[in-house]
């Protein structure tokens, strides 16, 4: 009913930045908190960053003061901006979205996104 797809990942030198894009469709009545997390293989999945839909944000030690997350509500998209990068930023990043559907009544549940890979080059 409800997909996010990310976008934006790639291959960047440490000092570089990125743009990361999710975006999500389906039957949505409203998009609760936003959030990015990141994985490497072999740990379990971190936080990044959140964003409540009145523009709370919430973010890891690791990253504040280099990352900014916004959400654009009328497109149902989140974005993180990564500046600064490090080499321990290389993951993969998913987004994750409370999301409130609509078909007989109201349903909320989290979705996440398939993940975008982040590879910073030293």
């Known amino acids: 009913q409800v997909q996010l797809v990310e976008s934006g990942g790639g291959l960047v030198q440490a000092g570089g930045s990125l743009r990361l894009s999710c975006a999500a469709s389906?039957?949505?009545?409203?998009?609760?908190?936003m959030g990015w997390y990141r994985q490497t293989p072999g740990k379990q999945r971190e936080l990044v960053a959140t964003?409540?839909?009145?523009?709370?944000?919430n973010y890891a030690d690791s990253v504040k003061g280099r990352c900014t997350i916004s959400r654009d509500n009328a497109k149902n998209t989140v974005y993180l901006q990564m500046d600064t990068l490090k080499s321990e930023d290389t993951a993969v990043y998913y987004c994750?979205?409370?999301?409130?559907?609509?078909?007989?009544?109201?349903?909320?549940?989290?979705?996440w996104g398939k993940g975008t890979l982040v590879t910073i080059s030293s």
């Open positions: 994750n979205a409370y999301v409130v559907t609509q078909t007989r009544g109201y349903y909320g549940m989290i979705y």
């Open positions: 964003i409540t839909s009145g523009g709370s944000t």
């Open positions: 389906g039957r949505i009545f409203s998009i609760n908190d």
